[in-house]
């Protein structure tokens, strides 16, 4: 605050903190206006509530009008805030201590603290849980920074159920806009092989992993399929070759799926030409070739046991003067062929 007045050179200012400003009283020059200092005053209104002198002004950039009211539960959230800067602060405090939990780096939180904020402006809070819609703002934020986070993780420090969280995920997703990309199996590879115990063939194991994942991924296996299924094939065929006895049932605990699907995507890699070669091969042989997709296979397989259950020569039957013709040959030629089955 200024002690000399610039205009006359006088001494005597005056610091009126109610109005914010400073006058000097010789020659009655404003020196100071709108003056924010950290003081809080009060005053008694004639209702008997308390109000504040001045103008809040917080640190997100909102501002709260001259004497607001501090009683009920203002009081607890702050010097006369609005729900929206109250919501806000909640919010970032829920983030921290969830990102802290997971052990997410702070440039994730922040950018989930922004996501959050655009989620309130498109009134996506509404009607769900804080949690929810934080752990939706997260995990949006490790899907598009490539971070090895499952929604499996979210769902055990909250305790809340992971369908519930994968749709308030897509909703948000969806809402703004943002097409997080594919989720790469290998991010998981290393997380899931020290759960293994494999000691210090870990990296080894996990490197072999890898390279088999990379081989699926170029066999079209990976579409549409759970990247954990992936690694858990993976790391259990990388175990064997390493000579670690690890069992369906082990790798499926760690990767936390059936021990079905663990079968299933290993029965996607028996298909392929990769699977035939040996170990040797297969660590220093890259075959250039791709393998047609498993749902391709499965239609194949579908159609050829259809053919198999109808053994029936459909050119001889054509050819046959018994075939009718005319406009009701087609439902003759039906009837005929269920009187066959």
């Not at 809040?56 to 006369?80: A, I, K, M, Y």
Request: with cysteine; net charge positive; hydrophobic share 35%.
């Amino acid at each position: 605050m200024p002690t000399v007045c610039s205009n006359c050179g006088g001494t005597d200012i005056e610091h009126d903190h109610a109005r914010g400003d400073s006058v000097c009283t010789n020659c009655g020059s404003v020196l100071e206006d709108n003056i924010i200092v950290s003081e809080v005053s009060f005053q008694e209104q004639s209702t008997g509530a308390s109000s504040v002198v001045g103008q809040f002004v917080s640190s997100e950039g909102g501002s709260f009008r001259s004497g607001s009211s501090l009683q009920g539960s203002n009081l607890h959230h702050g010097l006369g805030k609005d729900s929206r800067d109250v919501t806000l602060q909640q919010a970032k405090r829920r983030l921290n201590a969830l990102g802290s939990m997971l052990k997410l780096g702070q440039y994730c939180i922040d950018t989930a603290f922004n996501f959050f904020k655009l989620a309130l402006q498109q009134n996506l809070t509404r009607g769900r849980k804080s949690s929810v819609i934080d752990t939706a703002c997260l995990y949006l934020v490790c899907r598009s920074e490539g971070t090895p986070h499952l929604l499996l993780d979210f769902s055990d420090v909250l305790q809340i159920n992971v369908y519930a969280l994968g749709r308030a995920y897509l909703k948000l997703a969806d809402k703004l806009h943002i097409n997080p990309p594919a989720i790469d199996p290998c991010l998981y590879i290393h997380r899931f092989a020290h759960k293994l115990e494999l000691g210090k063939a870990t990296h080894e194991v996990s490197m072999t992993a890898m390279r088999l994942v990379a081989r699926m991924k170029r066999d079209w296996i990976h579409h549409g399929r759970r990247p954990a299924g992936l690694c858990g094939a993976a790391l259990l065929v990388a175990a064997r070759m390493h000579n670690f006895n690890r069992t369906v049932k082990d790798v499926a605990k760690v990767v936390r799926l059936s021990e079905g699907t663990i079968r299933k995507r290993l029965g996607d890699f028996k298909d392929t030409a990769s699977s035939q070669l040996t170990i040797e091969e297969f660590l220093k042989i890259d075959l250039d070739q791709e393998h047609d997709p498993p749902c391709f296979l499965e239609s194949k397989r579908k159609k050829l046991k259809q053919v198999s259950l109808f053994p029936v020569d459909l050119t001889a039957e054509r050819s046959h003067k018994s075939v009718p013709s005319g406009p009701y040959s087609r439902e003759i030629s039906q009837a005929h062929f269920h009187r066959m089955e």
